[in-house]
């Protein structure tokens, strides 16, 4: 009988280890560089600092500049990927032919690697070569060279560009399984009582996929607070930390200026942010489950 109870935590035990030794040490051993002068020669002492790192990072204006980019970014990037995700998953809800194909199409950027996509953007906003400012002179009628990724601005467009272009498809999966489990008898119900078109959409059908949308929002707007590779690759920050986000500017806290201890605090911060995030979605969720 012991045997037969012990046999469940036998096969739950592997995993449970991978995730202490994989999430839970790191993120303590994070939490405690972040209150050290971390240094990562060995031999080298780590003195206690207390809150000195988080203090610095409450007052550094390079942190506050990539904290109103990350903001800005997410209230860009999210709502349009959430509404053309919707869009597209509402015209492939439909009997259309070749869905598959379109479906195919439209989710492909999703698997697309982020390294090569960013190479592919960084290759067509060349401001010397690149293909943008190729169609711009074609129509022109002479040479037009905008410096894409040399200009805040711009280089903000570019970025945004990419993310709302990687971002849509899984925004379309999301909602094609939300409006195919949706109860057509509420459906055909909300037509009965005369709502058709856009009544029918707001009142009927988005009501119906609310804690669909509410979980692909809370997850996008998480997983824009930890863009990195785009930037990193396209702009690198620049010019001038204007283009910084957190996590790149925590990475060349980290291995730029090997100023471990800080990046941690910054890593920390940025985590407490997201854990917040998701919080607030299991309680949204909730609420609509418990409504």
């Known amino acids: 009988m012991l045997r037969r109870r012990s046999l469940p935590y036998l096969f739950v035990l592997p995993g449970l280890a991978f995730y202490l030794i994989f999430t839970i040490y790191p993120v303590l051993r994070q939490v405690e560089m972040s209150v050290q002068h971390w240094s990562a020669v060995p031999g080298v002492p780590t003195p206690f600092v207390g809150l000195k790192n988080y203090a610095q990072a409450i007052g550094d204006p390079v942190v506050h500049t990539a904290a109103i980019n990350s903001v800005l970014y997410t209230v860009v990037t999210v709502p349009s990927q959430m509404l053309l995700g919707l869009t597209a998953a509402t015209l492939l809800h439909r009997h259309l032919p070749a869905r598959w194909l379109w479906r195919t199409l439209i989710y492909l950027p999703v698997v697309t690697s982020w390294v090569i996509a960013s190479y592919v953007f960084a290759y067509l906003f060349n401001s010397d070569e690149g293909l943008i400012n190729a169609v711009l002179s074609f129509f022109a009628g002479h040479t037009v060279t905008v410096n894409w990724l040399q200009d805040t601005w ?135 489950r418990s409504s």
Do not use: C
């Open 154 to 288: 711009t280089s903000f467009l570019v970025i945004w560009l990419l993310a709302v272009w990687k971002g849509i498809g899984w925004s379309m999966i999301m909602f094609l399984a939300g409006l195919t489990a949706l109860d057509r008898s509420v459906v055909e119900a909300g037509r009965v009582d005369g709502a058709h078109g856009w009544r029918l959409w707001w009142h009927v059908i988005l009501p119906g996929i609310r804690p669909t949308a509410i979980f692909v929002f809370v997850m996008l707007v998480i997983g824009s607070l930890q863009a990195f590779i785009s930037i990193f690759l396209l702009t690198a920050g620049g010019p001038y930390n204007s283009t910084q986000m957190l996590l790149t500017y925590t990475y060349q806290i980290a291995f730029s200026f090997f100023n471990f201890g800080y990046a941690a605090a910054l890593a920390t911060m940025l985590a407490v942010v997201l854990f917040l995030l998701s919080a607030a979605e299991i309680r949204l969720l909730r609420e609509r």
